[in-house]
């Protein structure tokens, strides 16, 4: 009987420590993907105020 237990018990535990892993990755992924993005608009931000800036001087100096 305590074999069966026992194994149970392991298979929960492993079941559960799977499930927790998983849901770590998961957070750990969307956490990483949502900081991407944003660097990215940043960046994007970035180079849009360069590319305007530029034209506005160029502009000015005609």
Not at 30 to 45: D, N
Not at 54 to 61: A, H, I, M, R
């Amino acid at each position: 009987g305590r074999s069966v237990a026992g194994s149970a018990l392991y298979s929960e535990v492993l079941l559960y420590s799977l499930l927790g892993l998983s849901i770590t990755v998961l957070m750990f992924t969307l956490t990483v993907g949502v900081m991407l993005l944003l660097k990215r608009a940043k960046h994007q931000q970035q180079l849009d105020t360069k590319k305007q800036q530029p034209n506005k001087q160029g502009q000015s100096s005609k």
